[in-house]
T-cell receptor, first 117, second 116 residues
Framework: DTEVTQTPKHLVMGMTNKKSLKCEQHMGHRAMYWYKQKAKKPPELMFV???????INESVPSRFSPECPNSSLLNLHLHALQPEDSALYLC????????????????FGPGTRLTVL | AQKITQTQPGMFVQEKEAVTLDCTYD???????LFWYKQPSSGEMIFLIY??????QNATEGRYSLNFQKARKSANLVISASQLGDSAMYFC?????????????FGQGTELSVKP
């Protein structure tokens, strides 16, 4: 199984709502990532989890809250978002190999298209 | 600082012809990986090909090949026999292997349109 799944595919929410994005992989990967992508732009890294621990937070506002309940699941909790947070949110996973932590190619999910009204 | 540069915002190619997408990178780290991803309008980022900094031969995967010129710090993607389904955004990316947590540095992308 070489698939990363994301739910929901589309999400529309108001600025006062609380919602969550979900990501799942069954490839045995121990690194998982959240990216934000605006149209015609490259993905921007938000968070990295390595062995279920948060290893990178790219100065993301606290209205985005990541969670990694186990090695296969990654959530992104959303609260009090702004219209400028509307974007495609991509989840990815990768193997971690080698004693020094060599990270291999990332496999991406199909993304969640988020619209904040 | 690490950087990826893709100088072609958009390109057109005739179906069945070959096309080269340019990518140059900048890093002083000797250990790195270079990746190409395809992103159709549906949004999913599809991994195409990988080249490690110590790999002696250019990577190939089916119709995709990576023209790796280390001295020039370039990692161009060559797509042979273009198909209509190749129309998409293509991103070149680099990862420093150690102490970077797997962070991918992306270029700005090249939008490829294949004409029938």
């Amino acid at each position: 199984d070489t698939e990363v799944t994301q739910t929901p595919k589309h999400l529309v929410m108001g600025m006062t709502n609380k919602k969550s994005l979900k990501c799942e992989q069954h490839m045995g990967h121990r690194a998982m990532y959240w990216y934000k992508q605006k149209a015609k732009k490259p993905p921007e890294l938000m968070f990295v989890y390595s062995y279920e621990k948060l290893s990178i937070n790219e100065s993301v506002p606290s209205r985005f809250s990541p969670e990694c309940p186990n090695s296969s699941l990654l959530n992104l909790h959303l609260h009090a978002l702004q219209p400028e947070d509307s974007a495609l949110y991509l989840c990815a996973s990768s193997q971690v190999t080698g004693g020094s932590g060599s990270y291999n190619e990332q496999f991406f999910g199909p993304g969640t298209r988020l619209t904040v009204l | 600082a690490q950087k990826i540069t893709q100088t072609q915002p958009g390109m057109f190619v005739q179906e069945k012809e070959a096309v080269t997408l340019d990518c140059t990178y900048d890093t002083s780290d000797p250990s790195y990986g270079l990746f190409w991803y395809k992103q159709p309008s549906s949004g999913e980022m599809i991994f195409l090909i990988y080249q490690g900094s110590y790999d002696q031969q250019n990577a190939t995967e089916g119709r995709y090949s990576l023209n790796f010129q280390k001295a020039r710090k370039s990692a161009n993607l060559v797509i042979s026999a273009s198909q209509l389904g190749d129309s998409a955004m293509y991103f070149c990316a680099m990862s420093l292997f150690y102490n970077q947590g797997g962070k991918l540095i992306f270029g700005q992308g090249t939008e490829l349109s294949v004409k029938p």
